[in-house]
């Protein structure tokens, strides 16, 4: 379904030319759940970006359902890491889901408004459509802007570390909402994430970053069967693998050692 080929982006040229994205190649299938992950400062929001058409590469060139992408396509929609700056707090809740939406001009009021009921309804925020974002908590407003990407109804949903800013408790039941709502769409999901075990937890597949400038140094099929669970799926001890596995990966060789090397106690004698 999307095809990167050789993408890569400078920013700069000449002595001042500083290499953000190296040399990225990959693909993603219709339906997948891919997870992107990388050393921090590796170009993960750079790429995803170029991805969805709000930044043009340098070289390569990517191609989502046969057609070269140039500009932000009608089949992508892009859930934001920042829900407070990408919902508008003058619109209600219903109003934010609907905006995209008013660029279709085929769809009838009515159409609209059964989207966001049904997007609404599939977060889990039925009772809040007439409020405004900041009468709701933050895991509340990330759940708006997932219904504004779902009524939207894309072929592949791009988020970009859409839980970072979130408590651990709100951002387990925002995975499971993915999840749920991935199963429940039948949507492609690209998702940009720093947290390991988020990764793994959500994915079918792996993809994971070099440090700048950026390649991809691995793809990681991620075999643990669905549908998962917040305990009983962590405690596999294959999911353990899988994350040593990435952790080992993203982290420098020199870095792994020294937390593998065992702290000296010291005795309270000694002390």
């Excluded at 693909?27 to 930044?55: D, H, N, Q, Y």
């Excluded at 990681?220 to 994350?243: C, G, H, S, W, Y």
């Amino acid at each position: 379904m999307l095809e990167v080929s050789h993408l890569s982006k400078t920013y700069g040229s000449n002595a001042d030319a500083t290499p953000a994205v190296g040399d990225i190649s990959f693909k993603v299938a219709r339906s997948e759940f891919v997870c992107i992950v990388g050393p921090s400062g590796c170009g993960k929001t750079t790429l995803l970006k170029m991805l969805c058409g709000l930044l043009e590469p340098t070289s390569g060139e990517i191609v989502l359902s046969g057609r070269r992408v140039t500009e932000p396509p009608e089949e992508m929609a892009l859930v934001f890491q920042d829900y407070s700056r990408s919902l508008y707090p003058w619109m209600k809740v219903g109003q934010n889901i609907a905006f995209p939406l008013l660029r279709n001009k085929s769809l009838s009021k009515s159409e609209r408004r059964e989207r966001v009921e049904q997007a609404v309804e599939a977060v889990g925020l039925i009772g809040f459509i007439d409020k405004y974002p900041w009468q709701l908590s933050g895991g509340m407003q990330q759940r708006v802007a997932i219904a504004r990407g779902l009524a939207y109804q894309p072929e592949i949903l791009l988020m970009d570390e859409p839980f970072a800013s979130v408590d651990a408790q709100t951002r387990a039941d925002l995975e499971d909402l993915v999840l749920r709502v991935r199963h429940e769409y039948g949507v492609t999901v690209l998702f940009v994430t720093h947290d390991i075990d988020e990764s793994v937890y959500l994915a079918d597949r792996v993809i994971i970053l070099s440090a700048r400038p950026t390649t991809v140094q691995e793809e990681l099929e991620i075999d643990l069967p669905r549908p998962r669970n917040q305990v009983t799926t962590k405690e596999l001890p294959e999911f353990a693998r899988l994350r040593a596995h990435v952790y080992r990966a993203i982290k420098r060789p020199g870095e792994v050692a020294e937390e593998a090397t065992p702290v000296p106690e010291v005795s309270a004698k000694s002390s």
